[in-house]
């Protein structure tokens, strides 16, 4: 089992920056894939950052590449998003996920095992 809290949401103005935190806990050793999803009022939960937690590379959605960094600390305790030139469109409840299998990094789909509450990230214009 693995215990998921986010944290570091919040309401900035477009081209403004937030940090995202998610603070894991349990058997954090063998996991494999964790990353950072978001889902917006009437729309699907949709990739946002994916890291192998033991090395191997990330991947990021396509809106988010040159804005976005995931990254994480060396225990496997910790992962960040850190959001810059933030734009409306990136307003969402934004969700933080891990999963035993490296195949979850590669797939992207929103099929973790294991997920946080959620923070909410509102940008306005």
């Known amino acids: 089992q693995v215990q998921l809290v986010e944290s570091g949401g919040g309401s900035v103005q477009a081209g403004g920056s937030l940090r995202l935190s998610c603070a894991a806990s349990?058997?954090?050793?063998?996991?494999?894939?964790m990353g950072w999803f978001r889902q917006a009022p009437g729309k699907e939960r949709e990739g946002v950052a994916r890291?192998?937690?033991?090395?191997?590379?990330?991947y990021y959605t396509d809106s988010v590449k040159g804005r976005f960094t995931i990254s994480q600390d060396n225990a496997k305790t910790m992962l960040y998003l850190q959001m810059n030139s933030l734009k409306p469109e990136d307003t969402a409840m934004y969700y933080c996920?891990?999963?035993?299998?490296?195949?979850?990094?590669?797939?992207?789909?929103?099929?973790?095992?294991?997920w946080g509450q959620g923070t909410q990230v509102t940008v306005s214009s």
């Open positions: 349990g058997y954090t050793s063998t996991v494999e894939c």
């Open positions: 890291v192998y937690t033991g090395g191997g590379g990330t």
């Open positions: 996920a891990a999963d035993y299998s490296r195949w979850r990094c590669a797939s992207g789909e929103p099929t973790f095992g294991y």
